[in-house]
């Protein structure tokens, strides 16, 4: 598959990181999987040409914030848009700080499949 089709999904949960992957393979998307982020930010150093990434906040090792924070601060991967994907309630300081930051936010167990192809159709880098 041609590589301008290849999106990161970052999520401790491998049953998680297995549905996005197959959900992304259906829509015609590459996925690459990391189990947390030292595993995407040593992804990231090596390739760069993502057309989304899907981050998982929190996770051990390093949160999703840190990933998120890495990508944004490097200028080769700043413009890879972000879904921020998160399994709690955010406070609604920490829901602006991913609102700024991450062109969509889902909440673990709250979305449905149709919500989740669009908002990877919609927050794909188109190329």
């Known amino acids: 598959m041609a590589d301008n089709r290849k999106v990161l999904v970052v ?12 959900v992304l393979s259906s829509e015609g998307f590459d996925a690459v999987l990391a189990a947390d982020g030292d595993e995407a930010i ?8 993502f057309v989304l990434a899907i981050i998982d906040l929190l996770m051990p090792v390093r949160t999703g914030w840190e ?21 709690l309630a955010s406070s609604f300081s920490e829901f602006n700080r991913v609102e700024t930051i991450c062109e969509t936010i889902l909440h673990k167990g709250k979305f ?3 919500e989740f192809v669009e908002a990877i159709n919609k927050t794909a880098k188109k190329g």
């Open 11 to 22: 999520d401790d949960d491998e049953l998680l990181r297995d549905f996005y992957a197959k």
């Open 42 to 49: 040593d992804i990231l150093e090596e390739n760069s040409d």
């Open 67 to 87: 990933v998120i924070e890495f990508i944004k601060k490097e200028d080769k991967l700043k413009d890879i848009p972000v879904i921020a994907l998160t399994g």
């Open 112 to 114: 449905e499949l149709p």
